[in-house]
């Protein structure tokens, strides 16, 4: 054998190591899929839709049967764009016929998504993305199926951190296609997509395959939009125009030209239903894959998964994007934000109200199922509030999808209600009582804390306030909040998941130094110096810990917590709401520019400053709750989902694409920290889902601005087809909102850990409950069922499994650390069992605790979840 024959048979098999399908890849494979996309009450009512998705889901299951001898390439399939369709067809159907659905999924026929309906992402807490897929996760356990898509389409824009929510869930695959009408970005900002294919990866380095190719105007039916495989919308010849795809599909995969911008072998088009309520359209599929099919080209009718299994099995070294590309539709819910404001406040209160239900359950196992139908509705509120046709543009009346989307706000905020005053009032009655009141305080947070709490209380006064794990005094005052009188307590040392037990006795509380004080409109104590203007905006903050600096930038007008106020002294006097050992509340009220109030506390021990704004009357137009500090060019961070991003684009360091993104508004989750070298200033916000920085637009990024504008609510968009504004006029009528900050100072690097952690404690206070038992068998004054040897690693969620305490309690948390590490996990009583499981409680992987303890593994910024099985 010759010197040259040697060479190019070397060549030949390096080639064939690089990529063993090398040589078959010169076929095109084509994929072609049919779906029915989802405007859930857009074009009809939730009735209509139901019925849809189930006489829908009839047609192709016998589709399905009647093509199950074809060649695999040519069978009925179809896909279901969320898993809601799962559940209304168990809902309408026998159960004989379920399990024929079942199968169909399982035998790789009918798809879904993890995700309830199509979702718009941006405006979501990070529990809410997880909670929304807890009934895929039910179905993944009772029936042994998997699901690997989630997605969500139309909306132009997509957040960094939901990758690894997804993949985290159990994902491995995801397509976008966009919808070119109601962007507030032009069409050919939107073209030319980096990648068409990528590996959206979150910072854990988990990752989805996502399809998103380029949407080019000018195109019927442009690849890249949300009904790919659709050139016309009323077509007459559905074959025809389906096999005028399949040439442009083929020239679309280019392997040869050095510059080609998709270098695969392999195409899917994805999507028809467009905006239509039913399709049915499984012959036409087939037939255009049968006649298409060529030596040269292969055409099959998709499933969605088989494209993304072809890909990933071919091409194993796609490239990765770890960005933000920031909000556009996840805005609209701002246009209902009160509705929207207590779908966030639920969510963070399930963080206690779920960890005094673990609590009780692991001492008295039962009480954690009497709200399950109730808890049910709460995960389909998750999964169905943030729908993405919030453009409230629909063909249903604008009331009735109102309605409809404060129905499953009011069913999450029942369940979480009921469940924290079942849970509670349980823990009261496992502690034992005495001839005194006494109240337990407990902490749903997996850190030792020092804080407030609040005890309801009608009894006499003067009353003395005992902590009785050291029969020591604690500072205590009365107070006046919302037509109640609570008794305020300065609680120290908290367990972690656990309570401490206070009793009240007779008597003059003891006389302490006071540390807070007040003189007209100031307020003050040992961190902070304020002044609270008759408007409610502050116009100064004196930080005493700092050299004394003056953190409010006036030179503009905006203050902080300004509501567009431009007389800050335009309002009723300041005036001191409640007094006393633990905090003093300062209260301004103004009718400019809508009636509106504001309350300011400082407290004796803690370096925070807590805002409660509420506005007591409708508006029209968009506001916002403006923070202005005299910060020199910072750099802002936040936290967006399950991720903290660096509001600067991808060229400046930040996490920001630096290509078809929209800028104006980004997330606005537990907190917003703006860091001036060694020294910043952290936001903690609970009810508004996005923020401004500076004068941030929809093309560019204000990154070094000090200026931070909290979006109180309103239509931000309107179209640029029509003029038509998206979202709900007038704020659907509420006169009634509620917004509610803390502020805090530090010194030093910016640390996501402390800033986190500032504002879990603001947003999940100390909460109580009386104590009533009597003949029990729990005599503990202080108790903590968990703990974590590491501070990096949060505890975010802890609850009774799904299927109830005796599957375990699920435990998730959050390593904030920027690189892999290991810890313990410390639970009470002696571990059994345990597992890795997704996020959605679908178990991956047996653990190996040793008596108490669970060691365990984070890759950096990890988002984790376990199942924990104690002993009886």
Not at 515 to 541: D, H, M, Q, W
């Amino acid at each position: 054998m010759d010197k040259k024959t040697v060479t190019l048979i070397l060549f030949l098999l390096f080639l064939l190591r690089v990529s063993p399908d090398l040589f078959s890849q010169q076929v095109k494979r084509l994929y072609i899929a049919i779906d029915d996309h989802t405007d859930y009450m857009w074009a009809a009512n939730e009735a209509d839709y139901d019925s849809a998705f189930v006489h829908m889901l009839d047609y192709y299951l016998d589709q399905i049967d009647a093509t199950k001898n074809n060649p695999s390439d040519f069978q009925a399939r179809f896909n279901c764009d969320g898993s809601y369709w799962i559940k209304a067809y168990q809902k309408h159907r026998t159960p004989q016929q379920f399990a024929r659905l079942i199968q169909a999924i399982k035998s790789g026929h009918i798809s879904s998504p993890l995700n309830a309906l199509i979702n718009c992402y941006g405006s979501q807490p990070t529990e809410a993305v997880i909670r929304g897929m807890f009934y895929a996760g039910q179905l993944e356990r009772e029936h042994d199926v998997r699901f690997r898509m989630a997605g969500g389409i139309e909306n132009n824009t997509i957040p960094l951190g939901l990758s690894a929510l997804w993949a985290g869930s159990g994902a491995k695959y995801s397509w976008y296609g966009i919808g070119g009408f109601g962007s507030q970005m032009s069409y050919e900002y939107r073209e030319n997509r980096r990648n068409q294919l990528y590996r959206y990866t979150g910072f854990d380095s988990s990752s989805v395959i996502m399809k998103w190719y380029t949407y080019q105007e000018g195109v019927l039916t442009p690849f890249g939009s949300y009904a790919e495989t659709r050139t016309t919308f009323k077509s007459k010849d559905v074959v025809s125009e389906l096999s005028t795809l399949i040439p442009r599909m083929e020239k679309m995969a280019d392997t040869v030209s050095l510059d080609s911008n998709y270098p695969y072998n392999a195409v899917g088009n994805f999507g028809y239903g467009h905006d239509d309520l039913e399709t049915y359209l499984a012959p036409e599929f087939i037939q255009v894959a049968q006649n298409t099919t060529t030596p040269e080209r292969k055409v099959r009718v998709s499933i969605l998964e088989d494209f993304f299994e072809d890909i990933e099995k071919n091409y194993p070294n796609l490239p990765s994007e770890t960005l933000s590309y920031g909000n556009e539709w996840d805005i609209y819910p701002a246009s209902m934000n009160e509705t929207t404001a207590k779908m966030r406040r639920s969510t963070e209160q399930l963080r206690t109200a779920e960890a005094l239900a673990t609590v009780v359950a692991i001492k008295k196992p039962g009480v954690e199922n009497q709200l399950k139908a109730a808890s049910e509705k709460a995960w389909d509120s998750f999964g169905l509030y943030w729908e993405h046709d919030w453009t409230a543009d629909s063909q249903v009346a604008i009331n009735e999808r109102a309605d409809w989307q404060i129905r499953l706000q009011q069913n999450l905020t029942n369940y979480v209600d009921s469940l924290q005053f079942l849970s509670s009032k349980s823990l009261g009655e496992l502690i034992n009582n005495s001839d005194q009141t006494r109240f337990f305080v407990f902490n749903p947070l997996s850190w030792e804390r020092d804080d407030y709490a609040d005890f309801e209380y009608d009894g006499s006064f003067p009353v003395r306030v005992i902590d009785l794990s050291d029969k020591k005094e604690i500072a205590s005052q009365l107070i006046k909040k919302g037509g109640k009188t609570f008794l305020r307590v300065a609680a120290t040392k908290i367990p972690s998941i656990g309570y401490k037990v206070f009793e009240i006795q007779k008597g003059n509380p003891a006389k302490t130094k006071p540390s807070i004080s007040v003189s007209g409109e100031y307020i003050s104590n040992e961190f902070f110096k304020i002044r609270l203007s008759p408007s409610g905006a502050v116009t100064e903050i004196i930080d005493l810990k700092s050299n004394n600096r003056q953190l409010v930038n006036t030179a503009n007008g905006n203050f902080v917590n300004g509501l567009g106020v431009t007389d800050p002294d335009r309002g009723n006097k300041v005036e001191i709401e409640n007094s006393g050992a633990v905090s003093v509340t300062l209260k301004a009220v103004s009718d400019f520019p809508v009636k509106h109030t504001v309350r300011v506390t400082l407290f004796a021990d803690i370096p925070r400053i807590e805002i409660q704004d509420s506005i007591q009357e409708n508006f029209g137009d968009v506001k916002t709750w403006s923070f202005d500090f005299g910060l020199i060019d910072p750099t802002t961070h936040h936290e967006e989902l399950g991720a903290i991003l660096t509001v600067k684009t991808e060229d400046n360091g930040g996490h920001y694409s630096a290509r078809q993104a929209r800028y104006d508004w980004q997330t606005f989750n537990h907190f917003a920290t703006l860091s001036e070298g060694q020294y910043g200033v952290t936001i903690s916000n609970s009810d508004c889902s996005f923020f401004r920085l500076g004068e941030s637009s929809v093309y560019s990024l204000d990154e070094t601005s000090s200026y931070l504008q909290a979006l109180a609510g309103g239509q931000v968009d309107t179209k640029l087809e029509d003029g038509g504004a998206m979202g709900f006029p007038n704020q659907n009528g509420q006169t009634d909102f509620l917004y509610q900050f803390a502020l805090k100072t530090y010194q030093g690097d910016f640390n996501p850990i402390q800033e986190m952690k500032f504002s879990l404690e603001h947003q999940n206070p100390l909460v109580t409950g009386e104590v009533t038992g009597s003949d029990v068998q729990e005599s503990e004054l202080k108790y903590s069922l968990l703990n974590i040897d590491n501070p990096d690693v949060l505890l975010w969620s802890l609850k009774p499994a799904e299927e109830g305490i005796g599957k375990g309690l699920i435990a998730r948390f959050w390593n904030m650390n920027a690189n892999p590490l290991s810890t313990n996990i410390n639970l009470k009583l002696p571990i059994q069992q345990a597992w890795h499981t997704t996020h959605i409680e679908t178990d991956l992987k047996e653990l190996n605790p040793s008596g108490n303890t669970l060691p365990v593994d984070f890759n950096q910024h990890q988002i984790k979840t376990f199942r924990i099985i104690p002993e009886k």
